[in-house]
Protein backbone atom coordinates (compact mmCIF):
# COMPACT_ATOMS: atom_id res chain seq x y z
CA UNK A 1 0.00 0.00 0.00
CA UNK A 2 1.45 3.42 -0.96
CA UNK A 3 1.56 5.66 2.26
CA UNK A 4 1.46 8.58 -0.36
CA UNK A 5 -1.55 7.70 -1.81
CA UNK A 6 -3.20 7.19 1.34
CA UNK A 7 -2.15 11.08 2.38
CA UNK A 8 -3.19 12.28 -0.77
CA UNK A 9 -7.22 10.76 0.72
CA UNK A 10 -6.82 14.05 3.67
CA UNK A 11 -6.33 16.03 0.52
CA UNK A 12 -8.38 18.42 -1.40
CA UNK A 13 -6.75 18.36 -4.78
CA UNK A 14 -9.67 16.21 -6.25
CA UNK A 15 -12.05 19.65 -6.52
CA UNK A 16 -9.70 21.18 -8.84
CA UNK A 17 -9.60 18.17 -11.04
CA UNK A 18 -12.71 17.23 -11.22
CA UNK A 19 -15.38 18.22 -13.94
CA UNK A 20 -19.06 18.57 -11.93
CA UNK A 21 -20.96 19.31 -14.57
CA UNK A 22 -20.72 15.20 -15.19
CA UNK A 23 -21.94 14.56 -12.13
CA UNK A 24 -25.06 12.63 -11.79
CA UNK A 25 -27.31 15.93 -10.05
CA UNK A 26 -25.75 18.01 -13.43
CA UNK A 27 -26.93 15.20 -15.98
CA UNK A 28 -30.40 15.49 -14.31
CA UNK A 29 -30.23 11.96 -12.05
CA UNK A 30 -32.82 11.66 -9.70
CA UNK A 31 -30.98 11.96 -6.19
CA UNK A 32 -30.96 8.77 -4.22
CA UNK A 33 -33.53 8.87 -1.21
CA UNK A 34 -32.68 11.28 1.89
CA UNK A 35 -33.06 7.53 4.18
CA UNK A 36 -33.13 3.64 3.24
CA UNK A 37 -36.28 2.27 2.32
CA UNK A 38 -38.33 0.11 4.70
CA UNK A 39 -39.30 -3.06 3.41
CA UNK A 40 -42.93 -4.29 3.28
CA UNK A 41 -42.22 -6.99 5.89
CA UNK A 42 -40.56 -4.12 8.45
CA UNK A 43 -42.32 -2.89 11.10
CA UNK A 44 -41.81 0.65 12.30
CA UNK A 45 -41.41 1.06 15.76
CA UNK A 46 -42.08 4.82 17.22
CA UNK A 47 -39.80 5.91 19.73
CA UNK A 48 -41.43 7.55 22.66
CA UNK A 49 -41.39 11.57 23.47
CA UNK A 50 -40.31 14.85 22.10
CA UNK A 51 -35.96 14.57 21.57
CA UNK A 52 -35.78 17.77 21.30
CA UNK A 53 -37.27 18.85 24.90
CA UNK A 54 -37.06 15.25 26.55
CA UNK A 55 -34.08 16.10 28.23
CA UNK A 56 -33.82 19.85 27.60
CA UNK A 57 -31.64 21.39 30.39
CA UNK A 58 -29.98 18.42 31.51
CA UNK A 59 -26.15 19.23 31.43
CA UNK A 60 -24.53 22.40 30.33
CA UNK A 61 -23.11 22.58 27.13
CA UNK A 62 -19.56 24.09 28.53
CA UNK A 63 -19.70 21.39 31.12
CA UNK A 64 -20.27 18.39 28.85
CA UNK A 65 -17.19 19.85 26.30
CA UNK A 66 -14.89 20.24 29.32
CA UNK A 67 -15.93 17.09 30.70
CA UNK A 68 -16.45 14.71 27.19
CA UNK A 69 -14.36 11.88 27.62
CA UNK A 70 -14.21 8.24 26.41
CA UNK A 71 -15.50 5.42 28.68
CA UNK A 72 -14.95 1.36 28.18
CA UNK A 73 -17.03 0.88 31.25
CA UNK A 74 -20.63 0.76 31.66
CA UNK A 75 -23.37 0.19 34.61
CA UNK A 76 -25.20 -3.44 34.73
CA UNK A 77 -28.46 -1.46 33.74
CA UNK A 78 -30.83 -1.34 30.66
CA UNK A 79 -31.06 2.20 28.52
CA UNK A 80 -34.17 4.00 28.52
CA UNK A 81 -36.08 3.48 24.92
CA UNK A 82 -36.55 7.86 25.56
CA UNK A 83 -33.29 7.76 26.40
CA UNK A 84 -31.98 5.86 23.11
CA UNK A 85 -34.37 7.73 20.77
CA UNK A 86 -32.91 11.11 22.44
CA UNK A 87 -29.25 10.04 21.52
CA UNK A 88 -30.49 8.89 18.06
CA UNK A 89 -31.91 12.65 17.44
CA UNK A 90 -28.74 14.37 18.42
CA UNK A 91 -26.72 12.10 15.86
CA UNK A 92 -28.88 11.90 12.93
CA UNK A 93 -32.12 13.83 13.80
CA UNK A 94 -34.16 15.79 11.43
CA UNK A 95 -34.76 19.07 11.75
CA UNK A 96 -36.78 19.84 8.61
CA UNK A 97 -37.00 19.57 4.79
CA UNK A 98 -34.98 20.95 2.29
CA UNK A 99 -37.00 19.91 -1.41
CA UNK A 100 -37.28 15.96 -1.41
CA UNK A 101 -33.31 15.75 -2.22
CA UNK A 102 -32.28 16.74 1.14
CA UNK A 103 -33.65 17.17 4.80
CA UNK A 104 -31.54 19.78 7.52
CA UNK A 105 -30.24 17.40 10.63
CA UNK A 106 -28.86 18.05 14.35
CA UNK A 107 -25.00 17.29 12.72
CA UNK A 108 -23.60 18.95 9.47
CA UNK A 109 -22.77 17.09 6.16
CA UNK A 110 -20.85 18.23 3.11
CA UNK A 111 -23.63 19.61 0.45
CA UNK A 112 -26.57 18.44 2.96
CA UNK A 113 -26.19 14.73 1.80
CA UNK A 114 -26.12 13.01 4.67
CA UNK A 115 -24.62 9.69 3.44
CA UNK A 116 -24.97 7.90 6.74
CA UNK A 117 -27.24 5.45 8.01
CA UNK A 118 -27.68 4.72 11.84
CA UNK A 119 -27.73 0.85 12.89
CA UNK A 120 -27.93 0.24 16.59
CA UNK A 121 -27.13 -2.89 17.89
CA UNK A 122 -29.90 -3.66 21.03
CA UNK A 123 -28.18 -5.44 24.07
CA UNK A 124 -29.91 -4.34 26.91
CA UNK A 125 -32.88 -1.69 26.02
CA UNK A 126 -36.20 -1.08 27.70
CA UNK A 127 -38.97 -2.02 25.32
CA UNK A 128 -36.81 -3.24 22.60
CA UNK A 129 -35.58 -7.16 22.41
CA UNK A 130 -32.39 -7.75 21.27
CA UNK A 131 -31.24 -7.68 17.90
CA UNK A 132 -30.00 -5.51 15.23
CA UNK A 133 -32.41 -1.95 14.22
CA UNK A 134 -32.27 0.68 12.11
CA UNK A 135 -33.08 4.52 13.09
CA UNK A 136 -35.40 5.57 10.59
CA UNK A 137 -34.88 9.84 11.07
CA UNK A 138 -37.54 10.82 9.09
CA UNK A 139 -40.11 9.40 11.11
CA UNK A 140 -38.07 9.20 14.33
CA UNK A 141 -38.64 5.60 14.69
CA UNK A 142 -36.47 2.53 14.57
CA UNK A 143 -36.85 -0.90 12.28
CA UNK A 144 -35.62 -4.28 13.07
CA UNK A 145 -33.33 -5.68 10.81
CA UNK A 146 -32.66 -8.53 12.89
CA UNK A 147 -33.62 -10.49 15.42
CA UNK A 148 -30.46 -11.44 17.88
CA UNK A 149 -30.02 -14.98 17.35
CA UNK A 150 -28.13 -17.37 19.62
CA UNK A 151 -25.06 -16.28 18.35
CA UNK A 152 -25.81 -12.23 18.31
CA UNK A 153 -22.77 -11.95 21.34
CA UNK A 154 -20.54 -13.98 19.64
CA UNK A 155 -20.88 -12.52 16.51
CA UNK A 156 -20.50 -8.83 18.23
CA UNK A 157 -17.60 -9.85 19.82
CA UNK A 158 -15.99 -11.29 16.46
CA UNK A 159 -17.43 -7.80 14.18
CA UNK A 160 -15.21 -5.79 17.18
CA UNK A 161 -12.04 -7.73 16.99
CA UNK A 162 -13.26 -8.99 20.84
CA UNK A 163 -13.07 -5.75 22.16
CA UNK A 164 -14.79 -6.86 25.46
CA UNK A 165 -16.05 -3.78 26.21
CA UNK A 166 -17.79 -2.79 22.90
CA UNK A 167 -20.28 -6.07 22.68
CA UNK A 168 -20.50 -5.77 27.08
CA UNK A 169 -22.87 -2.19 26.18
CA UNK A 170 -26.07 -2.06 26.22
CA UNK A 171 -26.61 -0.57 22.58
CA UNK A 172 -24.10 -0.30 19.82
CA UNK A 173 -24.58 2.50 17.12
CA UNK A 174 -23.34 1.51 14.09
CA UNK A 175 -22.55 4.08 11.39
CA UNK A 176 -22.97 2.76 7.63
CA UNK A 177 -22.59 4.84 4.42
CA UNK A 178 -24.52 4.78 1.53
CA UNK A 179 -21.65 6.66 -0.82
CA UNK A 180 -24.28 7.18 -3.47
CA UNK A 181 -25.70 10.04 -2.11
CA UNK A 182 -22.73 12.04 -1.67
CA UNK A 183 -21.28 10.67 -5.06
CA UNK A 184 -24.44 11.67 -6.62
CA UNK A 185 -23.13 15.26 -6.49
CA UNK A 186 -18.97 15.27 -5.78
CA UNK A 187 -18.30 12.35 -7.94
CA UNK A 188 -15.09 11.12 -6.83
CA UNK A 189 -14.34 13.95 -4.34
CA UNK A 190 -17.48 12.51 -2.14
CA UNK A 191 -15.30 9.83 0.09
CA UNK A 192 -12.91 12.46 2.07
CA UNK A 193 -15.79 13.91 3.06
CA UNK A 194 -18.01 10.98 3.94
CA UNK A 195 -15.17 10.30 6.79
CA UNK A 196 -15.46 13.90 7.96
CA UNK A 197 -19.64 13.52 7.95
CA UNK A 198 -18.62 10.62 10.76
CA UNK A 199 -16.95 13.03 13.24
CA UNK A 200 -19.11 15.17 13.00
CA UNK A 201 -21.52 12.58 14.18
CA UNK A 202 -19.45 10.65 16.63
CA UNK A 203 -18.98 13.97 18.27
CA UNK A 204 -22.82 14.89 18.71
CA UNK A 205 -22.88 11.74 20.72
CA UNK A 206 -20.32 12.30 23.01
CA UNK A 207 -21.98 15.21 24.32
CA UNK A 208 -25.76 14.37 23.86
CA UNK A 209 -24.82 11.36 25.75
CA UNK A 210 -23.95 12.89 28.90
CA UNK A 211 -27.62 14.44 29.31
CA UNK A 212 -28.79 10.94 30.21
CA UNK A 213 -26.06 9.73 32.23
CA UNK A 214 -24.13 7.77 29.69
CA UNK A 215 -20.59 7.36 28.27
CA UNK A 216 -19.43 6.53 24.73
CA UNK A 217 -16.05 5.56 23.02
CA UNK A 218 -15.51 5.99 19.34
CA UNK A 219 -14.35 3.25 17.94
CA UNK A 220 -13.05 3.02 14.08
CA UNK A 221 -11.67 -0.53 14.72
CA UNK A 222 -13.40 -3.73 13.58
CA UNK A 223 -13.80 -6.46 11.14
CA UNK A 224 -15.22 -5.52 8.01
CA UNK A 225 -16.91 -8.12 6.53
CA UNK A 226 -17.98 -9.55 9.73
CA UNK A 227 -19.78 -6.14 10.76
CA UNK A 228 -21.23 -5.99 7.50
CA UNK A 229 -22.99 -8.94 7.91
CA UNK A 230 -23.90 -8.48 11.03
CA UNK A 231 -25.86 -5.44 9.84
CA UNK A 232 -27.05 -7.41 6.77
CA UNK A 233 -25.67 -4.82 4.03
CA UNK A 234 -23.62 -5.80 0.92
CA UNK A 235 -20.45 -4.57 1.80
CA UNK A 236 -20.20 -2.56 -1.36
CA UNK A 237 -22.90 -0.16 -1.82
CA UNK A 238 -23.13 0.18 1.86
CA UNK A 239 -20.80 -0.33 4.28
CA UNK A 240 -19.64 -0.14 8.12
CA UNK A 241 -17.86 3.01 8.74
CA UNK A 242 -17.50 3.78 12.62
CA UNK A 243 -19.39 2.62 15.65
CA UNK A 244 -19.57 3.75 19.72
CA UNK A 245 -20.85 1.86 22.66
CA UNK A 246 -23.04 3.25 24.86
CA UNK A 247 -23.93 2.71 28.23
CA UNK A 248 -24.41 3.82 31.69
CA UNK A 249 -21.63 5.51 33.98
Known amino acids: MNMRTMRDFLKDDLRLQLDFSRSDQNRGIAPPPVEKPVRADQTRIALPGDPAT ?37 VQGVRGKKGAASVFRTVPSAGCRHALETYVLVNNCESLER ?31 MQGFVAKAPVVLVWATIPYRMEWRYMAAAHRVIALDAGH ?46 GKI
Do not use: I, M
Not at 231 to 245: C, H, I, K, R, S
Open 201 to 246: VCQNLYLAAQAVGCGTCAVAAFHQQALDALLGVDGEDEFALYLAPV
Open 54 to 90: AFAGRVDLVRALADRKSHRAWRDEPLGSEELGFLLWA
Open 131 to 161: GVYRYLPLEHALVLEAPAGADFSARQHEAVL
